[in-house]
Structure formats: C-alpha cells, structure tokens
C-alpha cells in the first residue's frame, strides 16, 4: 500500500506546493488510519486511489504550464482533495 510521496516542495511554485503537501496530509492520515485499526486495507487502497487520481490530474494540470498550476486547476483540485478529505474523517470516525 506504500505510495511513493509526491514532490511536495517545489520552489516557487506555491500552488503546486500546496496540493502535494495536502496530498502528502492525507496519505500519513490514511496510513495512521490502517496502523490504529480504523481503515482496512480495502478502504485505504480506495483512498490511496483516489489520491492518485488526484496527483495525476495535478500532473497533466501541470504539464500543461510549464510546472505551475493555475487558480481555477488550484482550486478545482482543493475541491478533490476536500471530498476525498471528509470521506477519509468519515471512514476513520466509526
């Protein structure tokens, strides 16, 4: 289930940043979730998937700019990893 961990600082490219380190949160938070019993593993390969998701769209968002991501792909991405944010809070509550 080990996931390598995205670049998360990348210099002058703050949006960029910002979304890996989420990513990297959210990855440490589903790995505390299998490790204290409140995440089975197919829960977390759901999780670890859609976060992989969300790094390849970052990917192709990046690609497309030269390394940076505009606002609207910034944002739209935030909005992923909220959603995918609350279902992991979701998962590790019960």
Known sequence: MAQ???QTDVPGH???NEVNNRLENQQDRIQAGVKDGQLNAKQATRDET???NIAARESA???KHNG???KKEQRNL???LN???RQ???QRKH
């Open 4 to 6: 390598a961990a995205p």
């Open 14 to 16: 703050p949006r960029v």
């Open 50 to 52: 859609r976060d992989n």
């Open 61 to 63: 968002d990046e690609a």
């Open 68 to 70: 940076h991501l505009t």
């Open 78 to 80: 935030n909005k992923s």
């Open 83 to 85: 959603k995918d944010s």
């Open 88 to 90: 992991i809070h979701r």
